[in-house]
Every structure is written in structure tokens, then in C-alpha cells.
């Protein structure tokens, strides 16, 4: 959502321009993208238009920018030039480019012009992305930096496997911050700053993480399913996981599909008819049987009351189907004290 500006942008970019010489103006134009065609050109695509090389293109841009900022056009700008301040300083001071460009305008054609008037400002400095962060532009470099700092504090935090829901990751981004004003420190401006950020980010269900993980680069069906098992918390059925699947990620889930992905990734774990439950839940392992193996290996011999009680805690089966597992004389066998061994 775009908000009402006081000054039109097309008008104060033909004002800056006409500072320039012809040539000057028409580079600046293709440069920019500030004619009828919106997208800016390369240098190398206006060097082939006037014949001349890329590096003679540049010149002439640092020199075109040179020459409006002395002009009396420049200055006349000023009222200009201090709204978008004011707008940079609302949203935070350092802001994603592309959020303030549409947060300005939602039309290609004017965010040219806006983002000619930021390259042209003086109180304007705009970062280029690289691998951790984005585009971005902000006003005072000591704020930036230590915005940027808690940023790489808070990855540095985070374990691969982390989902954080926004309140969390907030609290715990803004504990990262040393030294900013107060009234930087709201749940709007938080967002936008851990927006600035490559490698965090946050998944269709709204949990914030490593974007490096599955957890928030959701890459296929098993992706989806471990989300949507963790969010319901506890045991569900395949066919269930397929239908949020379609109606959470707008993706059609089929139930078959959804089912062989299941069995074939260790974070699921099956623990009753079609129920999936998360294996970092703590749950075992294998069918009935390998589970009373495994109970009896970890506490011991039991009797049959003991085994069925440990095991429903993993296992959503009836009591029947343990004691027949128990009683196969091919793994395990009762003692003279009643209790259940596991054969050797």
C-alpha cells in the first residue's frame, strides 16, 4: 500500500534533468528509465547506441549527476528532498529499496523517477546487495551499521533447524541492537529491518529462520508436511497432511503422493494407522515390534503391562496389537519372574 506524496515525481526528475545538456539529458533518461519505457538500460546497451564504450557512458552519468547537484534545479528540490527524508527516517532509517519504492508508489513508472531523486539527493546513500543483505538505502551510516551488526548477531544465533515465530524473532532481534533510539524500537520498523536481511527470513506459515533452511525454502511435499506436523503439534493422519497441504501452500497435494514422502523421510515417524508424528518429538522408530525391542533394550525386562504402557506412549495401536507382538517366540520370550526378554 502506497502512501499520498506532496510532490510528482516525473515532474521533479524532468526539472533535475533539464539542468543538462542534451546528450547529457537523453543518457540520463535511457540510464534511468525516466522516458516512456520505465526500464533502466545497461551501460553497455546506451554505449551501443551512441557508439562509444561503456566506461564513456559512466563518465558522462557521474558527470550529469555532478552537474544537477549544482544546479540552481537541485536546490529549488529541497522540499523535495527532504519529504523522502522524512519518509526514510519513518520507516527506519535503513530500508529495504524496493519496499521504499513501493512503499511510495506501486507503479514501475514512478518508482524510476523515485529511485532517480534517491541517486540524485545528497542526504540519500544506498547500499548494493551482496550475500547478506539486499538493496538498501538509509540516512545515517552509524545506524546502519549497527543494524546491519544485529543482523549478523541474530543469524549467528540461529540454529539451521530454527523456526521462531515473529514475536520471538523480534524480542529477540531488537536484543541484538545496542545504542539505537528508542523510537526505532517497534514491531514495524523490526520487520523492515530483518527485511534487509539475504539470510533470514520467514515461511508461508509466518516462522522466521535460516533462509539456507528447508524450514523457510520450502522446496517439496516433504517441506510442506514437516510444517504443517510441527504446527499441529501432535500425531495426524497422512490424508490430513495433504489437505492443508492444498488449502495452507495453495499447491494441490495428492494423498498418495503426500503418503510415499512421509515414509521416506526420517523426520517422520509412523506411530499408528496412517498417524505421523515428527521424529525430534522423541517418538521410536519401526513397527510395533522394533519398538518393544528397543523399550526392552532401554529399561530392561518388563512385564506384559509395563511393555503395553511404554509402547502406547509411542505408538497410537491398540493394547491387542502389542501383546501379539509380544507374544511372537521369534523375538522375545517371558522369564520365570514374568517378565519379557528379548531373544538372542
Known amino acids: 500500500m502506497s502512501i499520498t506524496i506532496n510532490f510528482k515525481p516525473k515532474q521533479v526528475s524532468k526539472r533535475l534533468i533539464g539542468a543538462l545538456s542534451q546528450r547529457s539529458r537523453d543518457v540520463m533518461t535511457k540510464r534511468y528509465g525516466l522516458g516512456k519505457d520505465s526500464e533502466p538500460m545497461t551501460l553497455d546497451a546506451i ?66 523517477h523515485i529511485n532517480f531523486i534517491l541517486v540524485v539527493g545528497h542526504p540519500f546513500n544506498k547500499i548494493k546487495e551482496d550475500e547478506d543483505f539486499k538493496h538498501r538505502w538509509f540516512i545515517d551510516s552509524s545506524l546502519s551499521e549497527k543494524v546491519h551488526e544485529a543482523l549478523r548477531k541474530l543469524y549467528a544465533t540461529l540454529k539451521s533447524e ?16 545496542e545504542d539505537v533510539s528508542e523510537k526505532y524500537k517497534n ?17 508461508t506459515l509466518g516462522e522466521w529462520g535460516k533462509t539456507e533452511s528447508s524450514n523457510i525454502s520450502t522446496k517439496g511435499m516433504r ?42 523421510d526420517p523426520r517422520f515417524v509412523l506411530v499408528g494407522r496412517g498417524l505421523y508424528a515428527l521424529s525430534e518429538w522423541g517418538y521410536m522408530s519401526g513397527v510395533v515390534k522394533d519398538v518393544i525391542k528397543k523399550l526392552i533394550e532401554k529399561y530392561g525386562p518388563m512385564t506384559k503391562q509395563e511393555v503395553i504402557q511404554k509402547v502406547l506412549k509411542e505408538r497410537y495401536v491398540k493394547e491387542n ?24
Open 47 to 112: 554505449g551501443k547506441t551512441y557508439g562509444i564504450t561503456r566506461e564513456r557512458v559512466r563518465q558522462i552519468e557521474n558527470h550529469a549527476l555532478a552537474v544537477i547537484r549544482k544546479s540552481k534545479q537541485y536546490f529549488e528540490e529541497k522540499p523535495t528532498f527532504d519529504e523522502v527524508e522524512k519518509i526514510i527516517h519513518s520507516l527506519g532509517g535503513i530500508v529495504v529499496e524496493q519496499d521504499l519504492l513501493d512503499y511510495i508508489s506501486t507503479d514501475a513508472s514512478i518508482q524510476s
Open 162 to 177: 530454527d523456526l521462531m515465530s515473529e514475536p520471538d524473532i523480534i524480542k529477540s532481534f531488537l536484543g541484538h541492537l
Open 187 to 203: 514491531e514495524e520498523i523490526a520487520k523492515r529491518w530483518l527485511a534487509l536481511s539475504k539470510k533470514i527470513g520467514k515461511n
Open 223 to 264: 517441506d510442506y508436511a514437516y510444517l504443517v506436523i510441527r504446527r499441529h503439534g501432535s500425531p495426524i493422519h497422512f490424508r490430513e497432511v495433504a489437505k492443508i497441504i492444498t488449502e495452507v501452500f495453495k499447491i494441490k497435494a495428492h494423498v498418495a503422493t503426500t503418503h510415499n514422502e512421509l515414509i521416506k
Open 321 to 344: 496389537t502389542i501383546v501379539i507382538n509380544l507374544q511372537n517366540p521369534k523375538f522375545f520370550k517371558k522369564s520365570k519372574e514374568g517378565k519379557y526378554e528379548i531373544v538372542k
